[in-house]
């Protein structure tokens, strides 16, 4: 199997194109009155999340229709493409119609079923993660600077901060037990957050970030963003993320965490 490809300055272009769609959307309707609509899992969606995905998904169209592209909000389209477009337009929609502003856009590409480039896209907060296959992360702050991200060295979980969405998200006896054994070990835990985590993880702030209940599109775009920033992410048998690769995901800062954070998880 041939490598994957790195993306062009172009697709990169393109991946911002459509953070910025998705943060102009997002803070149209942050802290109004919109409805809220319960889709057939019983999660929340609002008119931020379908306008957010329509805006993107117009971009994709009018500028690669050879592009295939897989949205929360939308379902499949040319799914079978070389390049795919993977888009959560609101990540945390919990925390978006709460006010909190650490609701995310997820935007990721795969070529040939491997992540190559991501974005992690925090409206409110004017944050922005960018990481492509082959590049280093790129971190933008509110005021439109650049900066390269780095995770954090942490050798030992007992020194590790970590960061899990929800412990409801644990739904089975197995993954109940994998979260409690890492909130023993681990020094800080702290909840809430989605996609923000693994930001603030690639940014050195956070050592290691587990979660269950994910979906393909939840994680898609932070692998390029994790991995460019020196880190790790897999899910919890250490498997490289892919489609098929089941709802569980783990990440580490520092590589030298992630065995034990395996081994912990698994335990």
């Excluded at 889709?39 to 994709?60: F, G």
């Excluded at 939308?74 to 909190?100: C, H, Y």
């Excluded at 409690?180 to 996609?195: F, M, S, T, V």
Aim: charged fraction near 25%.
């Amino acid at each position: 199997m041939s490598e994957p490809a790195v993306p062009s300055d172009e697709m990169l272009a393109l991946a911002e194109r459509l953070a910025d769609a998705s943060r102009a959307v997002a803070r149209q309707h942050f802290r109004t009155p919109v409805a809220v609509d319960d889709k057939a899992d019983a999660s929340p969606v609002t008119v931020a999340d379908r306008e957010s995905e329509t805006a993107m998904r117009r971009i994709i169209e009018e500028t690669h229709p050879e592009h295939g592209i897989i949205g929360e909000e939308f379902g499949r389209t040319r799914a079978d493409a070389d390049w795919v477009w993977v888009l959560d337009p609101i990540d945390g929609t919990k925390q978006f119609i709460s006010g909190k502003p650490t609701f995310g856009s997820l935007i990721g590409l795969t070529h040939r079923g491997v992540p190559v480039l991501g974005v992690i896209e925090m409206p409110a907060l004017g944050e922005r993660w960018v990481g492509a296959r082959g590049r280093p992360t790129l971190f933008v702050d509110p005021q439109g600077q650049q900066r390269e991200a780095a995770t954090r060295p942490c050798p030992a979980l007992e020194r590790a901060t970590f960061c899990t969405t929800a412990p409801e998200l644990y739904e089975s006896a197995e993954e109940k037990a994998g979260y409690a054994a890492l909130r023993e070990r681990a020094k800080l835990i702290y909840y809430g957050g989605d996609c923000h985590n693994y930001g603030l993880l690639s940014g050195g702030f956070i050592d290691v970030v587990a979660d269950a209940g994910m979906s393909y599109y939840d994680f898609v775009a932070l692998v390029p963003v994790v991995e460019g920033a020196g880190g790790r992410i897999s899910d919890w048998q250490g498997r490289p993320l892919r489609e098929d690769t089941g709802t569980r995901v783990v990440a580490v800062g520092d590589p030298d965490l992630q065995a034990q954070v395996l081994e912990v998880l698994r335990s």
